[in-house]
C-alpha cells in the first residue's frame, strides 16, 4: 500500500504553524535568581536553627521564657504568620518583657546573623544553571539579609566559584541596596529590555513584587518559608508558579542570547 506523502503547501504550513507558536514564547535573555527557598531549602537547613538563635538572644534580652519555651513559641507563630515583625511581637506579648522594643531588636539581629554551616543547593539548581549558561542567558544572583551572613551561605553553597553565575548582589537590612536597586542595575548594565529578564523566587511582596513593578517576567518558587504567603494585589502575583527549581527550563519561555 502506497503512503502519500505530505505537500510542500502542508509542510510549509506545518512549519509556519510551528514558527508562530515559539514566537508567542516570550524570549528570556536574562535570569535573575533569588538565594533563600529559591536556589537551596533555606526552610529546612537554616530557618528552625535561627529561631533557636533568635530565642536565646529573646532571653539575653530579658524575655521571661525559658530556652525550650521561647523557641516553641516562635515556631509557632511562624506557622501563623512567617513575617518576622510578627513572630517577635507575639513571642513578646506572650511571654512578657521589661524592654519589648530590645527584645525585638536583639532577636531580628540574632536571626538573620545565625551562625551558617553546611548548607547544599536543591537537586535541580546546578543543572538549570548550566542549561541557562550554555543557552547563552545571562546569570544573576540577589539575596537579602545580613551581608556577611548572605555571602557566608553564597561560599558554603559554592556558588561563588560557580562559572555560570555572572555576579551576586546583595540587598542588606539597612536597604542600601534593594532587590528593585539590584534588578534596575543588572537591567542597566546588560542593557537587555525588561520583558526579556526573568525574575525567580519565592516571596510575592520582595522580588515577586519588584519584577513586575519594573516590567519583568516572573516565576515564583511556592515552597519553603514563604510558601503559605498570598499574593497581596496583581502585582505580586507571579507568570508562573512552580513547586520545583528543575520546572523553571520547561516554563513557555526561549531562553536563549539572541532575539
Same mark, same amino acid.
Request: hydrophobic share 40%; net charge positive; with cysteine.
Given at each position: 500500500?502506497?503512503?502519500?506523502?505530505?505537500?510542500?503547501?502542508?509542510?510549509?504550513?506545518?512549519?509556519?504553524?510551528?514558527? @508562530?507558536?515559539?514566537?508567542?514564547r516570550?524570549l528570556?535573555?536574562?535570569?535573575?535568581? /533569588?538565594?533563600?527557598?529559591?536556589l537551596? /531549602?533555606?526552610?529546612?537547613?537554616?530557618?528552625?536553627?535561627?529561631? @533557636?538563635?533568635?530565642?536565646?538572644?529573646?532571653?539575653?534580652?530579658?524575655?521571661?521564657?525559658? =530556652? /525550650?519555651?521561647?523557641?516553641?513559641?516562635?515556631?509557632?507563630?511562624?506557622?501563623?504568620?512567617?513575617?518576622?515583625?510578627?513572630?517577635?511581637?507575639?513571642?513578646i506579648?506572650?511571654?512578657?518583657?521589661?524592654d519589648?522594643?530590645?527584645?525585638?531588636?536583639?532577636?531580628?539581629?540574632?536571626?538573620?546573623?545565625?551562625?551558617?554551616?553546611?548548607?547544599?543547593?536543591?537537586?535541580?539548581?546546578?543543572? =538549570? =544553571?548550566?542549561?541557562?549558561?550554555?543557552?547563552?542567558?545571562?546569570?544573576?544572583?540577589?539575596?537579602?539579609?545580613?551581608?556577611?551572613?548572605?555571602?557566608?551561605?553564597?561560599?558554603?553553597?559554592?556558588?561563588?566559584?560557580?562559572?555560570?553565575?555572572?555576579?551576586?548582589?546583595?540587598?542588606?537590612?539597612?536597604?542600601?541596596?534593594?532587590?528593585?536597586?539590584?534588578?534596575?542595575?543588572?537591567?542597566?548594565?546588560?542593557?537587555?529590555?525588561?520583558?526579556?529578564? =526573568?525574575?525567580?523566587? /519565592?516571596?510575592?511582596?520582595?522580588?515577586? @513584587?519588584?519584577?513586575?513593578?519594573?516590567?519583568?517576567?516572573?516565576?515564583?518558587?511556592?515552597r519553603?518559608?514563604?510558601?503559605?504567603?498570598?499574593?497581596?494585589?496583581?502585582?505580586?502575583?507571579?507568570?508562573?508558579?512552580?513547586?520545583?527549581?528543575?520546572?523553571?527550563?520547561?516554563?513557555?519561555?526561549?531562553?536563549?542570547?539572541?532575539?
Amino acid at each position: 500500500m502506497m503512503t502519500r506523502k505530505p505537500s510542500n503547501h502542508s509542510t510549509k504550513r506545518k512549519k509556519s504553524q510551528r514558527g @508562530r507558536a515559539a514566537s508567542k514564547r516570550p524570549l528570556i535573555r536574562c535570569v535573575i535568581f /533569588d538565594l533563600d527557598d529559591t536556589l537551596y /531549602d533555606c526552610l529546612g537547613q537554616r530557618v528552625r536553627p535561627a529561631h @533557636r538563635h533568635a530565642a536565646e538572644a529573646m532571653i539575653a534580652a530579658g524575655l521571661k521564657g525559658s =530556652l /525550650d519555651q521561647v523557641y516553641r513559641a516562635r515556631l509557632r507563630a511562624f506557622h501563623a504568620d512567617p513575617m518576622l515583625r510578627h513572630i517577635d511581637s507575639e513571642v513578646i506579648r506572650h511571654f512578657g518583657a521589661a524592654d519589648p522594643d530590645a527584645v525585638s531588636r536583639a532577636a531580628h539581629d540574632a536571626y538573620f546573623n545565625c551562625p551558617v554551616g553546611k548548607l547544599t543547593l536543591f537537586r535541580g539548581a546546578l543543572p =538549570l =544553571l548550566h542549561f541557562l549558561k550554555k543557552s547563552g542567558v545571562r546569570i544573576f544572583i540577589t539575596t537579602f539579609g545580613d551581608v556577611d551572613t548572605q555571602q557566608a551561605k553564597v561560599a558554603a553553597l559554592g556558588l561563588t566559584r560557580e562559572p555560570a553565575i555572572e555576579k551576586i548582589y546583595y540587598a542588606d537590612r539597612a536597604k542600601r541596596v534593594t532587590k528593585e536597586s539590584a534588578f534596575r542595575q543588572i537591567q542597566a548594565e546588560t542593557g537587555i529590555p525588561a520583558d526579556q529578564i =526573568l525574575v525567580v523566587g /519565592d516571596r510575592p511582596m520582595s522580588e515577586i @513584587r519588584a519584577a513586575k513593578g519594573l516590567g519583568m517576567h516572573a516565576v515564583r518558587l511556592r515552597r519553603g518559608e514563604f510558601a503559605s504567603q498570598r499574593p497581596a494585589d496583581a502585582g505580586e502575583r507571579a507568570d508562573h508558579e512552580i513547586k520545583n527549581i528543575s520546572q523553571v527550563r520547561r516554563l513557555s519561555f526561549t531562553f536563549s542570547a539572541t532575539e
